[in-house]
Nanobody, 126 residues
Framework: QVQLVESGGGLVQAGGSLRLSCVAT????????LGWFRQAPGKEREFVAG????????NYADSVKGRFTISRDNAKNTVYLQMNSLKPEDTAAYYC???????????????????WGQGTQVTVSS
């Protein structure tokens, strides 16, 4: 059974940093496009960052561009989201996801990803 397990969330002050990790089981991250999404209470799940299956292309939501970085470590079968200069509006549950897509640019829609983790909470205080 495929599993994606996120960790690294927590409470941080505005301006601080966190690094989220997502470890995959029964899924080889180097063969999948990978994404991070987030969902705040009462809001729809939204795209944050993605990295193509080739690892060459990454893309970001405008709201996090320049502050967040997605990366993966094939040897550890793990994808990361480094979050810097955090803002209160970044508060949400963060989910990693995997997609079979072979498009050059990672997908930004929820329905483009078939595997999901259970989420990790990030809370940014002002």
């Amino acid at each position: 059974q495929v599993q994606l397990v996120e960790s690294g969330g927590g409470l941080v002050q505005a301006g601080g940093s966190l690094r989220l990790s997502c470890v995959a089981t029964r899924l080889t991250v180097s063969s999948f496009a990978l994404g991070w999404f987030r969902q705040a209470p009462g809001k729809e799940r939204e795209f944050v960052a993605g990295i193509s299956w080739s690892g060459v292309v990454s893309n970001y939501a405008d709201s996090v561009k320049g502050r967040f970085t997605i990366s993966r470590d094939n040897a550890k079968n793990t994808v990361y989201l480094q979050m810097n200069s955090l803002k209160p509006e970044d508060t949400a549950a963060y989910y990693c996801a995997a997609s079979w897509s072979r498009t050059a640019v990672p997908g930004i829609r929820v329905d483009q990803y078939g595997y999901w983790g259970q989420g990790t909470q990030v809370t940014v205080s002002s």
